[in-house]
């Protein structure tokens, strides 16, 4: 076995994980108000490293972009237990894990636009968002629910896709506000009786 093939094996520091998040982490914020066709160089200076750093880890636009909708798909992912756990109640953590969701719809609809050609790399990434997101955003939804929070009987993927309709094109629209439209849906939501 050669070096190469020892070090592909070895889980990687602890140290070198948490510099690829902080990476990730801003690339993304870069990418939801500058789009993903941001350049590197602005997402370099959001992360503190070089360029070359960044190109040395993702060699390509599409590779960056797809380790960001990872990245992104696991921070929602742990964060609906995370604020279960904090809020004051399961409805404000169901409101601000949609928060979040947004945030990273506007990743995702980057990403359909750079993965065109790619029609099976981007639906494997749409089933690994929905196996990931969709038991999560159930949890909150049956929390709220059991609270007497919010009315019952819409699942999870629909309340996902209505948020995801409200969040398309939002990039290309001047003066379209879809955070504004998603926190009237949720608002939505509440129980008035």
């Known amino acids: 076995m050669g070096d190469d093939d020892q070090r592909a ?15 990730l ?4 914020a870069v990418f939801v108000t500058s789009g993903v066709e941001a350049p590197v160089r602005d997402i370099a200076a959001r992360a503190g490293v070089g360029t070359a750093t960044i190109y040395r880890h993702f060699p390509t636009r599409a590779d960056l972009i797809i380790a960001v909708y990872r990245h992104q798909v ?9 604020l279960l756990a904090s809020c004051p ?4 953590a169901l409101a601000r894990w949609i928060d979040l969701f947004v945030d990273f719809l506007v990743t ?21 968002f ?24 819409l699942t999870a993927l629909e309340l ?19 955070r504004r439209l998603v926190e009237v849906l949720v608002a939505g939501l509440r129980r008035t009786d």
């Open 74 to 82: 696991e921070a929602c992912a742990e964060a609906g237990p995370e």
């Open 130 to 153: 929905v196996d990931r997101l969709v038991p999560v955003c159930t949890r909150l939804l049956d929390a709220a629910t059991e609270a007497g929070e919010i009315r019952t009987g």
């Open 25 to 28: 982490d801003a690339a993304a």
């Open 89 to 92: 109640t399961p409805y404000t």
């Open 9 to 23: 094996r070895r889980p990687r520091r602890a140290d070198a994980r948490r510099n690829e998040g902080a990476l």
């Open 160 to 178: 996902m896709r209505g948020v995801g309709n409200l969040c398309i094109g939002a990039e290309r629209s001047v003066g379209y506000d879809a």
């Open 108 to 128: 995702k609809h980057g990403l359909a636009g750079v993965l065109q050609s790619d029609d099976a790399g981007f639906q494997n990434l749409h089933a690994y």
